[in-house]
Each structure stands twice: as structure tokens, then as C-alpha cells.
């Protein structure tokens, strides 16, 4: 099992990783590749999984998508910010015009590139037999859970073409 972030975990079952002993890791501090974004993360490293995949990551992402300078903001604007992201995502996808449903929908969208790229990170590293994603985000957005879903439908032909996918090909993926 490894643990991603507080708010969203990735847990990654592997038959050899139990019958070894193998304990729950915190696998938010590893560092992934981010397509061009760049994120410096509170303990210092660059790119770790926390800064895209936890909530704050998920606000960062909605403050990228604004073009507003989240480096700027205060602390307590961060985390002002970090408690409201859910509740204004779910608000502007049920209750928003189009464009404003548009949006959310493209801040999703990215929310979803950076977990392909962790995947890509994780798995690669631990080839897991099964995989479990939950946590609050998970619970919070019902489409975002789909996203999720016709990501993992789309991996066979996806497989074909990206070659950090093809181990995805067959694994059992659970979304709570």
C-alpha cells in the first residue's frame, strides 16, 4: 500500500510487496514529472506528488488555470483557498454556466495529467497487481471519479501508445 497525500491515496497492491512484509509507504514526497509545471514542495524538494495530487495541489491547479500567482499569496490565503477548492469545484460543475462547467472541467482535466504522471512514477517503480484510489477528493467529486474511471477503460489502447502506461494494462483498479 502506499499512501499518496492526506486527501487522496493511491494504494498500490503487490502480492511479493505483502508476502515480504512490505509496510504502507508515504509516497507523497517522491518527486514526479509534471509536464513543464513546476512545483517547490514545503520540504524543500521539487515536483513532489503532494504539491499536485493533495488538495492544496488541487488549488495550486485551479490558481495555474486563473493565471493568478498562488506564490504570492499568504499563508492563510493558501489555506483559505485549500478548504474552499472542493466546494467551489462541486458548486461550479452542478450549478455553473457553461463556461464556468468549461473551466472546472479543464482544472480537472490537469488534476488528471498529474496523476497519469504519478502513476506513471509509481508504477513503474512497484508494478502493483491491484490499485485503490480514495480519499476526500475522490469522495467529493463524482466526476472527477469518472475521469478516473474512463482513464483506466481507455488504458489498453492508451498502453500502446505511451510505454510507462502498458503496465497499467490488466491491473485491478478499485475507485472508492
Not at 504519478?118 to 477528493?137: D, F, H, M, Q, T
Request: with cysteine; glycine share 6%.
Amino acid at each position: 500500500m502506499i499512501r499518496m497525500t492526506e486527501s487522496f491515496e493511491l494504494i498500490l497492491g503487490n502480492e511479493v510487496m505483502a508476502r515480504s512484509g512490505y509496510h504502507p509507504v508515504w509516497f507523497g514526497h517522491a518527486s514526479m514529472f509534471a509536464a513543464g509545471d513546476t512545483r517547490t514542495c514545503e520540504c524543500g524538494s521539487v515536483n513532489c506528488i503532494e504539491t499536485f495530487l493533495s488538495k492544496k495541489g488541487l488549488a495550486i491547479t485551479y490558481c495555474d488555470a486563473q493565471q493568478k500567482n498562488w506564490k504570492a499569496m499568504s499563508a492563510s490565503e493558501t489555506d483559505k483557498l485549500t478548504e474552499s477548492i472542493l466546494p467551489a469545484i462541486t458548486v461550479g460543475l452542478v450549478e455553473g454556466d457553461a463556461e464556468k462547467r468549461r473551466f472546472w472541467d479543464s482544472v480537472l482535466s490537469r488534476y488528471m495529467l498529474h496523476l497519469k504522471y504519478s502513476l506513471r512514477n509509481v508504477g513503474c517503480a512497484y508494478l502493483p497487481s491491484e490499485i485503490i484510489i480514495k480519499g476526500e477528493i475522490i469522495s467529493s467529486l463524482p466526476q472527477l471519479k469518472e475521469k478516473i474511471r474512463a482513464f483506466f477503460e481507455q488504458i489498453p489502447q492508451q498502453g500502446r501508445h505511451d510505454h510507462y502506461l502498458h503496465w497499467l494494462a490488466g491491473i485491478v483498479c478499485t475507485i472508492e
